[in-house]
Protein backbone atom coordinates (compact mmCIF):
# COMPACT_ATOMS: atom_id res chain seq x y z
CA UNK A 1 0.00 0.00 0.00
CA UNK A 2 1.41 3.20 -0.98
CA UNK A 3 0.45 7.07 0.90
CA UNK A 4 0.68 10.01 -0.77
CA UNK A 5 1.00 13.44 1.03
CA UNK A 6 -1.25 16.20 -0.07
CA UNK A 7 -0.58 19.82 0.29
CA UNK A 8 -4.23 20.75 1.09
CA UNK A 9 -4.38 18.68 3.55
CA UNK A 10 -3.75 19.60 7.92
CA UNK A 11 -1.85 17.60 9.82
CA UNK A 12 -4.95 16.72 11.13
CA UNK A 13 -5.91 14.50 7.82
CA UNK A 14 -9.92 15.16 8.83
CA UNK A 15 -9.41 18.70 7.88
CA UNK A 16 -7.66 21.02 4.66
CA UNK A 17 -5.54 23.17 5.43
CA UNK A 18 -7.63 26.11 4.76
CA UNK A 19 -10.28 25.05 7.39
CA UNK A 20 -7.27 25.09 9.91
CA UNK A 21 -6.29 28.57 8.77
CA UNK A 22 -10.10 29.85 8.87
CA UNK A 23 -10.18 28.27 12.80
CA UNK A 24 -6.56 29.78 13.87
CA UNK A 25 -7.94 32.85 12.69
CA UNK A 26 -11.54 33.02 14.39
CA UNK A 27 -9.28 31.84 17.53
CA UNK A 28 -7.21 34.95 17.16
CA UNK A 29 -10.03 36.82 18.88
CA UNK A 30 -12.92 34.58 20.09
CA UNK A 31 -12.72 31.63 22.49
CA UNK A 32 -12.17 27.90 21.59
CA UNK A 33 -15.86 27.02 22.98
CA UNK A 34 -17.20 29.68 20.98
CA UNK A 35 -15.39 28.78 17.84
CA UNK A 36 -15.98 24.80 18.42
CA UNK A 37 -19.97 25.68 18.48
CA UNK A 38 -20.02 27.64 15.41
CA UNK A 39 -17.96 24.77 13.90
CA UNK A 40 -19.98 22.14 15.65
CA UNK A 41 -16.73 20.21 16.87
CA UNK A 42 -14.85 19.15 19.95
CA UNK A 43 -13.01 22.00 21.81
CA UNK A 44 -10.08 19.84 21.61
CA UNK A 45 -10.51 19.10 18.26
CA UNK A 46 -10.68 23.25 17.80
CA UNK A 47 -7.26 23.75 20.04
CA UNK A 48 -5.11 21.46 17.92
CA UNK A 49 -5.97 22.93 14.67
CA UNK A 50 -5.04 26.46 16.36
CA UNK A 51 -2.07 25.17 17.96
CA UNK A 52 -0.97 24.07 13.92
CA UNK A 53 -2.01 27.62 12.93
CA UNK A 54 0.26 29.29 15.43
CA UNK A 55 3.21 26.78 14.75
CA UNK A 56 2.63 28.16 10.98
CA UNK A 57 2.83 31.46 11.98
CA UNK A 58 6.26 31.27 14.30
CA UNK A 59 7.47 29.54 11.10
CA UNK A 60 6.95 32.20 9.19
CA UNK A 61 7.79 34.64 11.23
CA UNK A 62 11.10 37.02 10.31
CA UNK A 63 14.07 35.36 12.11
CA UNK A 64 14.42 36.50 15.70
CA UNK A 65 17.82 38.98 16.49
CA UNK A 66 16.65 41.35 18.85
CA UNK A 67 18.83 44.42 19.72
CA UNK A 68 16.31 46.09 22.36
CA UNK A 69 14.67 43.61 24.83
CA UNK A 70 12.33 43.79 27.55
CA UNK A 71 12.09 41.41 30.36
CA UNK A 72 8.81 40.62 32.54
CA UNK A 73 7.59 37.52 34.86
CA UNK A 74 3.65 36.54 34.41
CA UNK A 75 1.26 33.96 36.93
CA UNK A 76 0.45 31.13 34.97
CA UNK A 77 -1.48 29.74 37.98
CA UNK A 78 -2.07 30.43 41.89
CA UNK A 79 0.58 29.48 44.17
CA UNK A 80 3.75 32.25 42.84
CA UNK A 81 3.62 29.65 39.90
CA UNK A 82 6.06 32.16 37.20
CA UNK A 83 7.05 31.93 33.69
CA UNK A 84 8.95 34.31 32.04
CA UNK A 85 8.37 36.18 28.88
CA UNK A 86 11.07 38.59 26.41
CA UNK A 87 9.93 40.81 24.10
CA UNK A 88 11.70 42.42 21.46
CA UNK A 89 10.73 46.28 21.43
CA UNK A 90 11.89 47.26 18.42
CA UNK A 91 9.36 44.82 16.25
CA UNK A 92 6.96 44.94 18.86
CA UNK A 93 7.00 41.15 19.34
CA UNK A 94 7.16 38.51 22.27
CA UNK A 95 9.87 36.66 21.26
CA UNK A 96 10.29 34.08 24.19
CA UNK A 97 8.44 32.37 27.29
CA UNK A 98 9.58 29.73 29.05
CA UNK A 99 11.54 29.34 32.25
CA UNK A 100 10.49 27.55 35.54
CA UNK A 101 9.87 30.26 37.53
CA UNK A 102 11.73 34.04 37.81
CA UNK A 103 15.23 32.68 38.59
CA UNK A 104 18.68 33.95 37.12
CA UNK A 105 18.60 30.30 36.41
CA UNK A 106 15.27 30.08 34.36
CA UNK A 107 16.63 33.75 32.55
CA UNK A 108 19.81 32.25 31.48
CA UNK A 109 17.65 30.30 29.68
CA UNK A 110 16.31 32.61 26.71
CA UNK A 111 19.96 33.67 26.39
CA UNK A 112 20.93 30.05 25.79
CA UNK A 113 18.20 29.52 23.46
CA UNK A 114 18.86 32.90 21.81
CA UNK A 115 22.71 32.19 21.50
CA UNK A 116 26.35 34.01 22.38
CA UNK A 117 26.62 35.59 18.83
CA UNK A 118 22.81 37.21 19.04
CA UNK A 119 23.55 38.28 22.44
CA UNK A 120 26.48 39.98 21.52
CA UNK A 121 23.97 42.48 19.38
CA UNK A 122 21.80 43.35 22.66
CA UNK A 123 22.59 47.08 23.43
CA UNK A 124 19.28 47.63 25.73
CA UNK A 125 17.66 45.71 28.35
CA UNK A 126 14.49 46.70 29.91
CA UNK A 127 13.33 44.91 33.27
CA UNK A 128 11.67 45.35 36.20
CA UNK A 129 14.40 45.80 39.45
CA UNK A 130 14.05 41.72 39.97
CA UNK A 131 17.75 41.08 40.87
CA UNK A 132 18.07 37.83 39.30
CA UNK A 133 17.14 39.18 36.07
CA UNK A 134 20.16 41.70 35.79
CA UNK A 135 22.74 39.17 37.27
CA UNK A 136 21.52 36.93 34.13
CA UNK A 137 22.06 39.95 32.31
CA UNK A 138 25.24 41.19 33.31
CA UNK A 139 26.26 37.20 32.67
CA UNK A 140 25.10 37.03 28.94
CA UNK A 141 24.43 40.23 27.52
CA UNK A 142 27.77 42.14 29.67
CA UNK A 143 27.75 44.66 26.73
CA UNK A 144 24.14 46.11 27.48
CA UNK A 145 22.77 48.82 28.56
CA UNK A 146 20.09 48.09 31.37
CA UNK A 147 17.17 50.49 31.68
CA UNK A 148 14.46 49.83 34.92
CA UNK A 149 10.95 49.67 33.41
CA UNK A 150 8.77 52.93 34.26
CA UNK A 151 5.60 51.28 35.06
CA UNK A 152 7.27 49.09 37.86
CA UNK A 153 9.00 52.03 39.26
CA UNK A 154 5.44 54.30 39.34
CA UNK A 155 4.19 50.58 40.79
CA UNK A 156 6.37 50.98 43.87
CA UNK A 157 5.61 54.49 44.73
CA UNK A 158 1.79 54.09 43.94
CA UNK A 159 2.31 51.02 46.90
CA UNK A 160 3.55 53.60 49.06
CA UNK A 161 0.84 56.38 48.43
CA UNK A 162 -1.61 53.36 49.16
CA UNK A 163 0.44 52.32 52.40
CA UNK A 164 -0.35 56.48 53.18
CA UNK A 165 -3.72 56.03 53.22
CA UNK A 166 -3.94 53.20 55.26
CA UNK A 167 -1.97 54.84 57.77
CA UNK A 168 -3.98 57.55 57.75
CA UNK A 169 -6.87 55.93 58.03
CA UNK A 170 -5.62 53.75 61.23
CA UNK A 171 -4.22 57.23 62.94
CA UNK A 172 -7.67 59.66 62.74
CA UNK A 173 -10.65 59.21 64.75
CA UNK A 174 -14.73 60.53 63.70
CA UNK A 175 -15.52 62.16 61.05
CA UNK A 176 -12.02 62.70 59.53
CA UNK A 177 -12.19 58.69 59.37
CA UNK A 178 -14.69 58.56 56.50
CA UNK A 179 -13.47 60.76 53.81
CA UNK A 180 -10.47 57.63 53.21
CA UNK A 181 -12.30 54.60 53.78
CA UNK A 182 -12.93 53.67 50.14
CA UNK A 183 -10.86 56.20 48.68
CA UNK A 184 -7.84 53.67 47.03
CA UNK A 185 -9.14 53.70 43.59
CA UNK A 186 -9.47 57.10 43.50
CA UNK A 187 -5.93 57.68 45.04
CA UNK A 188 -4.09 55.17 42.46
CA UNK A 189 -5.88 55.80 39.58
CA UNK A 190 -4.80 58.80 37.04
CA UNK A 191 -6.92 61.90 37.25
CA UNK A 192 -7.69 62.12 33.29
CA UNK A 193 -9.59 58.82 33.86
CA UNK A 194 -11.73 59.64 36.90
CA UNK A 195 -14.97 60.67 35.71
CA UNK A 196 -16.80 63.59 37.17
CA UNK A 197 -18.02 62.63 40.65
CA UNK A 198 -14.39 60.54 40.90
CA UNK A 199 -12.52 63.97 40.89
CA UNK A 200 -15.12 65.49 43.03
CA UNK A 201 -14.19 62.72 45.79
CA UNK A 202 -10.36 63.06 45.39
CA UNK A 203 -11.28 67.15 45.44
CA UNK A 204 -12.88 66.78 48.62
CA UNK A 205 -10.11 63.99 50.49
CA UNK A 206 -7.22 66.41 49.26
CA UNK A 207 -8.91 69.20 51.32
CA UNK A 208 -9.84 66.29 54.41
CA UNK A 209 -6.72 65.34 55.09
CA UNK A 210 -2.71 67.35 54.43
CA UNK A 211 -0.67 64.60 54.75
CA UNK A 212 -2.35 62.71 51.99
CA UNK A 213 -3.15 65.69 49.50
CA UNK A 214 0.86 65.98 49.49
CA UNK A 215 1.29 62.31 49.30
CA UNK A 216 -0.88 62.37 46.24
CA UNK A 217 0.90 65.71 44.87
CA UNK A 218 4.05 64.29 45.18
CA UNK A 219 3.29 60.80 43.48
CA UNK A 220 1.87 62.84 40.23
CA UNK A 221 4.78 64.98 39.66
CA UNK A 222 7.53 62.15 40.20
CA UNK A 223 6.22 60.93 36.31
CA UNK A 224 8.06 64.03 34.89
CA UNK A 225 11.39 62.28 35.86
CA UNK A 226 11.35 60.26 32.43
CA UNK A 227 10.41 63.40 30.57
CA UNK A 228 14.50 64.91 30.76
CA UNK A 229 17.20 63.83 28.15
CA UNK A 230 20.31 64.88 30.49
CA UNK A 231 20.86 62.70 33.49
CA UNK A 232 21.79 65.87 35.43
CA UNK A 233 18.96 67.39 35.03
CA UNK A 234 17.14 64.44 36.01
CA UNK A 235 19.27 63.95 38.95
CA UNK A 236 18.22 67.83 40.13
CA UNK A 237 14.70 67.00 39.53
CA UNK A 238 14.82 63.90 41.79
CA UNK A 239 16.83 65.33 44.52
CA UNK A 240 14.33 68.38 44.74
CA UNK A 241 11.41 65.83 44.90
CA UNK A 242 13.52 64.09 47.65
CA UNK A 243 13.48 67.45 49.55
CA UNK A 244 10.31 67.89 49.09
CA UNK A 245 9.61 64.81 51.74
CA UNK A 246 11.48 66.55 54.18
CA UNK A 247 9.37 67.08 57.38
CA UNK A 248 6.61 65.80 56.08
CA UNK A 249 6.18 62.33 58.18
CA UNK A 250 5.83 59.89 54.97
CA UNK A 251 7.74 56.60 55.74
CA UNK A 252 6.68 54.97 53.27
CA UNK A 253 8.08 57.62 50.45
CA UNK A 254 11.06 57.77 52.52
CA UNK A 255 11.52 54.09 51.43
CA UNK A 256 10.88 54.70 47.96
CA UNK A 257 13.40 57.41 47.44
CA UNK A 258 16.02 54.50 48.98
CA UNK A 259 14.28 52.26 46.28
CA UNK A 260 15.61 54.93 43.81
CA UNK A 261 19.15 55.55 45.10
CA UNK A 262 19.89 52.35 44.66
CA UNK A 263 18.59 51.85 41.11
CA UNK A 264 19.48 55.32 39.74
CA UNK A 265 21.82 54.00 37.27
CA UNK A 266 18.94 51.79 35.58
CA UNK A 267 16.09 54.67 35.66
CA UNK A 268 18.69 57.61 34.50
CA UNK A 269 19.56 55.53 31.41
CA UNK A 270 16.55 56.61 30.07
CA UNK A 271 17.88 59.92 29.03
CA UNK A 272 20.29 59.02 27.03
CA UNK A 273 18.45 59.65 23.38
CA UNK A 274 19.37 56.18 22.49
CA UNK A 275 17.45 54.46 25.27
CA UNK A 276 13.98 56.47 24.37
CA UNK A 277 12.20 52.91 23.43
CA UNK A 278 8.57 52.18 23.86
CA UNK A 279 8.20 51.44 27.73
CA UNK A 280 4.74 50.99 27.75
CA UNK A 281 4.53 47.79 25.07
CA UNK A 282 5.46 45.29 28.24
CA UNK A 283 2.75 46.93 30.30
CA UNK A 284 0.68 46.68 27.30
CA UNK A 285 1.53 42.82 26.28
CA UNK A 286 1.11 42.06 30.36
CA UNK A 287 -2.69 42.99 29.71
CA UNK A 288 -3.03 41.19 26.67
CA UNK A 289 -1.67 38.10 28.58
CA UNK A 290 -4.63 38.40 31.02
CA UNK A 291 -6.83 38.79 28.38
CA UNK A 292 -5.66 35.06 27.27
CA UNK A 293 -5.89 33.44 30.34
CA UNK A 294 -8.96 34.74 30.79
CA UNK A 295 -10.11 33.54 27.38
CA UNK A 296 -8.40 30.24 27.91
CA UNK A 297 -9.67 29.38 31.45
CA UNK A 298 -9.66 25.79 32.45
CA UNK A 299 -6.67 24.89 29.72
CA UNK A 300 -3.62 23.43 31.44
CA UNK A 301 -1.71 23.14 28.02
CA UNK A 302 0.95 25.30 28.88
CA UNK A 303 2.31 24.92 25.30
CA UNK A 304 -0.70 26.29 24.28
CA UNK A 305 -0.53 29.56 26.18
CA UNK A 306 3.16 29.77 24.97
CA UNK A 307 1.84 30.02 21.52
CA UNK A 308 -0.85 31.98 22.68
CA UNK A 309 1.95 34.65 23.65
CA UNK A 310 4.45 33.87 21.05
CA UNK A 311 1.84 34.58 18.02
CA UNK A 312 -0.66 37.74 19.52
CA UNK A 313 1.60 40.39 17.87
CA UNK A 314 2.20 38.53 14.75
CA UNK A 315 0.06 39.07 11.28
CA UNK A 316 -2.32 36.54 10.56
CA UNK A 317 -1.79 33.91 7.76
Known amino acids: MKQEK ?35 LDWKTVKELEKEYMKEQ ?34 GIPIWFGGIDRSEES ?13 KNIRLIV ?24 FHILKHLGDALDAVRKSEYKRLTGEKKKYIKGSKWILLSNRENLTNDGR ?7 KANARLSKAYLLRESFG ?13 FFKNWKQSLKW ?32 GFVEGLNNKIRVIQRRAYGIRD ?16
Open 6 to 40: LDWLAKNPFYTERFMYWVGRHCRCSSIKDVAKECK
Open 58 to 91: LEKAPEISPNVIGVDEISVRKGHTYRIVVSDLER
Open 107 to 119: MNMFYEWLGPEKC
Open 127 to 150: MDMWKAFEKSARKNAPQSAILYDK
Open 200 to 206: QSLNTLM
Open 224 to 236: QLWDYKSEVWALK
Open 248 to 279: QRLKPYEEFVKLIERHWDGIAAYCDPANKVPL
Open 302 to 317: EEYLRLKILTCMLDEL
